[in-house]
C-alpha cells in the first residue's frame, strides 16, 4: 500500500525532525510504500530558491530514496489533471497538485499537517 508525503513532511524528515511529526503520520510512514508527488520537488525548488529551505531539492529527493526508499510518482499527468480540475477548496498550485496526485492515485493516503488539505481530503493522514 502507498502514501504519499506533503512537502513540509520530506523537510522534517530530511531534517531529521521526526518530533515535528504525529504518531499516526510516523506509524504511516512506517507501514506504506512512500510516495511524493513531483509537485514537492517543484516546491521544494521555489522554498530553496527563496533561501526557506537550505538544500536543493535533488539533495533532498536522493536522501530521501536512500534512507526511506521514498520515490516521485510517475502516475499519469492526463489522470492528476483531469482529478485537479474539480479540486476547487484551493488556489495554492502544490496543493492542488499533490493531493489531485493521492487522489488520482486510487485515494491513496496523504502525510501532511497542512490543515486545509486535512479539511478537503478524506484520506489525509496526520
Known amino acids: 500500500m502507498i502514501a504519499y508525503l506533503d512537502t513540509h513532511v520530506v523537510v522534517w524528515l530530511a531534517e531529521n525532525r521526526?518530533?515535528?511529526?504525529?504518531?499516526p503520520a510516523l506509524d504511516a510512514i512506517n507501514e506504506h510504500t512512500l510516495l511524493i508527488s513531483p509537485?514537492?520537488?517543484?516546491e521544494l525548488n521555489f522554498l530553496y530558491q527563496i533561501g526557506r529551505i537550505l538544500r536543493a531539492p535533488s539533495d533532498l529527493a536522493k536522501q530521501m530514496r536512500t534512507q526511506l526508499d521514498v520515490a516521485v510518482?510517475?502516475?499519469s499527468f492526463a489522470d492528476l489533471t483531469e482529478t485537479a480540475l474539480f479540486e476547487t477548496?484551493?488556489?495554492?498550485?502544490?496543493?492542488?497538485?499533490?493531493?489531485?496526485?493521492?487522489?488520482?492515485n486510487h485515494?491513496?493516503?496523504?502525510?501532511?499537517?497542512d490543515e486545509k488539505i486535512r479539511q478537503h481530503y478524506p484520506k489525509a493522514v496526520w
Open 18 to 23: 521526526t518530533d515535528k511529526l504525529s504518531a
Open 39 to 42: 509537485a514537492v520537488l517543484i
Open 73 to 75: 510518482c510517475n502516475h
Open 89 to 104: 477548496w484551493t488556489r495554492d498550485p502544490f496543493d492542488l497538485l499533490i493531493v489531485a496526485h493521492a487522489k488520482s
Open 107 to 113: 485515494y491513496a493516503p496523504l502525510i501532511t499537517h
